[in-house]
């Protein structure tokens, strides 16, 4: 099982980042994909996630509005959609595969995670 997050990089305050998780070694269709992030001295802390089937999501409070969460399930992909990005996103985001299809947001139920993507918002 492999998760692959990328899209990561510098941006300015307010500005914009797409986030994709492509995943691959086995059907992920009746499972559900999370974001975390980590940010600089600080514990991981949960996103969003997204249910395969149907689409169903789950926000974080302090991101909801401003991220969205997407899949393509003939790509085994799910995005992240950051916008009016603030210095505090800073962090690596990860992507996780939680196999009990439950939108939560603790991580005792991921399973496999993805290496990780730097994430800056910075002027």
């Known amino acids: 099982v492999q998760l692959q997050a990328s899209g990561g990089g510098l941006v300015q305050p307010g500005g914009s980042l797409r986030l994709s998780c492509a995943t691959s070694?086995?059907?992920?269709?009746?499972?559900?994909m999370g974001w975390f992030r980590r940010a600089p001295g600080k514990e991981r802390e949960f996103v969003a996630a997204i249910r395969w089937i149907g689409g169903s999501t789950y926000y974080s409070d302090s991101m909801k509005g401003r991220f969205t969460l997407s899949r393509d399930n003939a790509k085994n992909t799910v995005y992240l959609q950051m916008n009016s990005l603030k210095p505090e996103d800073t962090a690596v985001y990860y992507c996780?595969?939680?196999?009990?299809?439950?939108?939560?947001?603790?991580?005792?139920?991921?399973?496999?995670w993805g290496q990780g993507t730097q994430v800056t918002v910075s002027s």
């Open positions: 070694g086995r059907t992920f269709t009746s499972y559900v």
């Open positions: 996780a595969t939680n196999p009990k299809s439950v939108l939560t947001s603790l991580e005792v139920n991921y399973d496999y």
